[in-house]
């Protein structure tokens, strides 16, 4: 009876064993596959671009139209980019109230920055070195954070006069330079002067001219996103 007990215990422990073996085969394989192609790479990771803008980039007066950021976003896409564009544009913002609010408009996990500011500065005249000094503590701050920065610039008034539209023009080539990002002379190059693609009210795009800025500025954005995928694979 001992020989026979010690017998049945012996092929308990080999069936519970077999059952062992049989569960932990599918878990094995499970983590075998979601380790290889189920988690995210960085690399992989689509890039996420943040419009830091004014009423150019909330898209005023668009109703029924994208604007400038989801319109970019689509044209990307299109062209096979894995991007999002988030708008973060508030009409009439200056270069200062878009400092003000910068921690809660550009996010963490956010891999690049479009700077769209200053038209309101230029319609305020607002002191140029006012406007510079906002938009210098945005890079610095963006280059502590390793962002990538496209800086788009804006021209004044010439009703301001010929200084200080020289002046105000001047603020962007600089700060590209001194802190090395891609930089877009004119927000609205192609699109200021020519009244089909300006809205009634004369300044801000229509539909037709937020594609013609989205166009222009293409290559800069390719640009802008090249640089975060060289930095993801450093």
Same mark, same amino acid.
């Given at each position: 009876m001992r020989r026979r007990h010690l017998c049945l215990n012996s092929r308990r422990m080999t069936v519970t064993l077999a059952l062992w073996l049989v569960a932990l085969v599918p878990i094995a394989l499970f983590l075998s596959c979601s380790s290889s192609h189920s988690l995210p790479v960085i690399a992989d990771r689509p890039v996420k671009i943040v419009v830091l803008g004014d009423? +150019?980039?909330?898209?005023?007066g668009l109703l029924f139209s994208p604007a400038f950021p989801e319109r970019l976003e689509q044209v990307l896409k299109h062209k096979g980019f894995a991007v999002t564009v988030v708008n973060a544009g508030v009409s009439g913002d200056t270069a200062s109230d878009g400092l003000r609010r910068l921690d809660s408009a550009v996010p963490e996990d956010t891999d690049a920055l479009i700077i769209e500011l200053g038209a309101n500065d230029a319609e305020r005249a607002i002191d140029p070195n006012v406007t510079r000094a906002a938009l210098a503590a945005i890079l610095q701050r963006m280059k502590a954070r390793?962002?990538?920065? +496209?800086?788009?610039g804006m021209w004044a008034f010439a009703s301001e006069g010929e200084a200080y539209a020289r002046a105000f023009a001047a603020i962007y080539p600089s700060l590209a330079s001194t802190y090395s990002f891609v930089w877009y002379p004119f927000i609205l190059d192609g699109v200021a002067g020519n009244p089909?693609?300006?809205q009634v009210d004369g300044e801000h795009p229509n539909a037709q001219g937020v594609d013609v800025i989205v166009s222009r500025i293409l290559p800069q954005v390719e640009q802008l996103i090249a640089r975060v995928q060289a930095t993801r694979r450093r």
């Open positions: 009423s +150019l980039a909330s898209g005023f390793h962002i990538q920065v +496209l800086l788009t089909a693609l300006i």
